[in-house]
């Protein structure tokens, strides 16, 4: 070699190497600072003077009242003109008043404040019980520091500083768990193993402990084109068309506010917002209190878009946590939407595309109406009840809701001078499994106006708690609706956007038409309603009862049919699924099932749990007793004989006795916390190929060592000049 290609080569190593250590001190700063990043995504305060919201500086909120050690301050976040009208008379409009949120770790709920910006100070005060806030840059640091004290956590992720967040801290819920009623938050971690997984730390914000941690499995990326980038951005306004005027305003956790409403001059609502987002997972059992806002967890991205349609118009805002959406894992992506046409009706939409952290969900936007139908007094409301409309009396609360409709497909009538609207949620879930919740209440101060903390989860509260059976015919009405969007798991089929193949999305759309009268159908119509009238739903059931025509579970393997039909979501099955989550460890069934119930056969005992769930629940399960109607109750209709029978024989040979080369099982150590051992994944994971990685600090530090020593060879063997 000569000399000068020698000092060439040198060169390069050196800058090689200077190369290496900065993307490693980088990439470790980024890691560092990944916690931070995460939590602090949506939650910064825009500061313009367009009117756009401002935020609260640092002596703002250094002065705050946390004199009270029992108090946790969460949040504080400006009001907009809609929202600060409810202290109005105390000086605020919009940007001059924030609302500031306290957990109560000692009474538990929420002490609010409404703090007048100008001159720092309190102008009005509140407490709500059952509020359970969203998680918040102010709080993360005290969640993470829990987590990083419990061993379970430790032995999955070390240090946790060091750990890759997926996501914000997210306010969740456990049903099974003291996090059904006290305040909770999931931190989520991509599993240092590379295998894909998210691994979750649920920690109990009320007793300061770690109260769960368990996996939710990988998938494969989808073959479908990356969205354009966009913004995190979106535009307040107003807009005039089709005799219709309508405003709206980005608030900080309850989505688009829609305000002051008019059709031809005439007042038909006073706003209109999503409080909250409810993300239940059966296979948990638990779930996430989703929000959307400029600093909710699922921040607002694109601006807020108005587009015309063939007989009106529409104003659409996404909300969105990642770029790399949709392949990626527990990240949200959601659409709030009103559609308003030229014969003054309209449409409150909301779009899930998902997708969520498991397979099978139901999401439940909050949707609060407060109609004002020619002025906010004497709303009247109908129901139509088997042959007839009724007047509405007192609040209610309306389940099943899709069914029983009247003869122009209403299932409510509201009404106020010459004004008349039918209601009713139109059908769009395609194995027909439409469903919501809906609430009829009086308007009362502090029942929904204020910026609103999600509740306990699963509970519908609020509104449920305001159901106080006051007058409601006559009075100023307010309606909750909360759709039940459930994501199917077949083919595989999630909560993503048309039109790319086998995708499709999860929308509900709740049309208000204003219509001339309230037709009573004739004794003919009334007889071939009844005919066709479908029983209705029971309220025991967790999940949906099958639709006429069940979707088949697709696969001829095993491994195809138990993933396909979310088997694996809830149990560790040997190799397959997961552990540690609602559903008992089956990885030794064929052994334990044999003598489980007298004088029935290991198969037929299988085969009976298979078909029908509850017949005989098992004794335990991960994280206490078992619990009924957790299982789908439709999989006699959706497998077929030999399915099941394949799904038998599989469950059989789990016996306890393993060949040597078998992979390990998911949960089946319970003192194993870590899963899969840290050198290595997990195999047949979700139908996602795994392999043996190291960490990518390990990598880069072998580089560097590697480099390293060639660079120092190379000044040990540099020749001379004269050579």
């Not at 250590?21 to 990439?27: D, E, H, K, P």
């Not at 108090?71 to 008043?97: H, I, K, M, Y």
């Not at 909250?276 to 699922?298: C, H, K, L, M, N």
């Not at 052994?591 to 017949?615: C, F, H, K, V």
Request: proline share 7%; with cysteine.
């Amino acid at each position: 070699m000569t000399p000068k290609l020698h000092r060439a080569i040198l060169r390069f190593c050196f800058l090689l190497l200077f190369l290496l250590v900065g993307n490693l001190l980088f990439s470790l700063w980024q890691q560092r600072a990944s916690v931070n990043l995460a939590i602090a995504k949506g939650q910064q305060l825009y500061l313009s003077a367009d009117g756009q919201p401002v935020g609260l500086n640092a002596a703002q909120l250094a002065n705050l009242n946390t004199a009270a050690s029992s108090l946790v301050f969460v949040d504080a976040q400006p009001l907009g003109l809609a929202e600060s009208r409810s202290w109005a008379e105390l000086g605020c409009t919009a940007n001059s008043c924030a609302h500031i949120t306290y957990f109560d770790r000692e009474n538990g709920g929420t002490v609010n404040q409404i703090l007048a910006l100008q001159n720092n100070t309190v102008v009005a005060q509140w407490q709500d019980a059952l509020a359970r806030p969203a998680g918040s840059r102010f709080i993360a640091t005290e969640a993470i520091q829990i987590a990083a004290k419990d061993p379970a956590v430790t032995a999955v992720l070390g240090d946790i500083g060091a750990g890759d967040p997926a996501m914000i801290p997210m306010s969740a819920w456990l049903a099974d768990d003291a996090c059904q009623e006290d305040w909770c938050v999931d931190l989520t971690f991509h599993n240092p193993d590379g295998d894909g997984r998210i691994f979750h730390v649920f920690v109990n914000m009320s007793q300061q402990t770690v109260a769960r941690t368990f996996y939710t499995r990988a998938r494969p990326d989808l073959d479908v084109a990356q969205p354009v980038s966009q913004r995190a951005a979106f535009t307040d306004g107003c807009h005039e068309q089709d005799g219709w005027n309508v405003c709206w305003e980005m608030t900080a956790h309850d989505g688009v506010l829609f305000r002051d409403a008019t059709y031809n001059e005439t007042p038909i609502f006073a706003n209109i917002k999503i409080t909250q987002i409810e993300a239940w997972y059966p296979s948990w059992p638990g779930g996430y209190r989703d929000e959307i806002g400029f600093a909710a967890t699922v921040p607002p991205f694109g601006d807020t878009i108005v587009n015309e349609l063939e007989d009106g118009f529409e104003v659409r805002q996404l909300f969105t946590e990642f770029t790399r959406w949709p392949n990626c894992i527990c990240c949200y992506r959601y659409e709030q939407i009103i559609r308003f046409f030229a014969d003054g009706s309209f449409e409150p939409r909301f779009v899930s595309y998902g997708p969520g952290c498991d397979d099978l969900s139901i999401y439940r936007p909050f949707w609060r109406i407060d109609l004002d139908l020619d002025g906010p007094e004497n709303d009247m409301v109908w129901l139509w009840q088997e042959s007839e409309w009724v007047e509405v009396a007192t609040e209610q609360e309306l389940f099943p809701f899709v069914d029983d409709l009247g003869p122009d497909g209403f299932k409510l009538a509201t009404g106020s001078g010459d004004l008349l609207y039918g209601w009713t949620m139109q059908r769009t879930d395609p194995l027909g499994l439409d469903e919501a919740r809906f609430f009829i209440l009086k308007e009362n101060e502090l029942e929904g106006e204020q910026p609103l903390s999600p509740g306990p989860g699963d509970t519908f509260q609020p509104p449920r708690q305001w159901l106080n059976d006051e007058p409601v015919f006559g009075q100023d009405i307010v309606f909750w609706y909360v759709p039940l969007l459930k994501t199917k798991k077949t083919e595989p089929i999630w909560c993503m956007p048309d039109p790319e193949p086998g995708i499709n999305q999860c929308e509900a759309i709740l049309r208000a038409e204003i219509t001339d009268e309230l037709p009573q159908p004739t004794a003919e119509e009334l007889a071939a309603m009844q005919a066709t009238a479908t029983p209705p739903a029971t309220e025991t059931a967790v999940t949906p009862a099958p639709s006429p025509t069940p979707r088949p579970v697709e696969g001829s393997t095993v491994e195809e049919i138990i993933l396909n039909s979310g088997c694996g979501a809830c149990h560790a099955i040997g190799p397959i699924g997961e552990g540690h989550k609602v559903g008992p460890d089956l990885s030794t069934i064929g052994y334990q099932a044999t003598g489980r119930i007298a004088n029935m056969s290991a198969a037929d005992y299988l085969r009976q749990s298979i078909l029908e769930p509850n017949y005989a629940l098992a004794p335990a399960c991960p994280n206490g007793p078992c619990m009924p109607n957790i299982m789908p109750q439709d999989y006699g209709q959706r497998l077929s004989t030999d399915q099941v029978e394949l799904i038998i024989d599989y469950l059989l040979a789990l016996d306890g006795t393993l060949p040597e080369e078998a992979v390990t099982v998911i949960g089946e150590n319970d003192g194993d916390t870590a899963v899969f051992s840290k050198s290595g994944g997990a195999k047949g994971n979700g139908g996602v190929p795994i392999g043996t990685g190291l960490a990518s600090t390990t990598v880069q530090l072998i580089i560097i060592g590697v480099v390293s020593l060639f660079t120092l060879f190379l000044l040990w063997k540099r020749p001379s000049d004269e050579a």
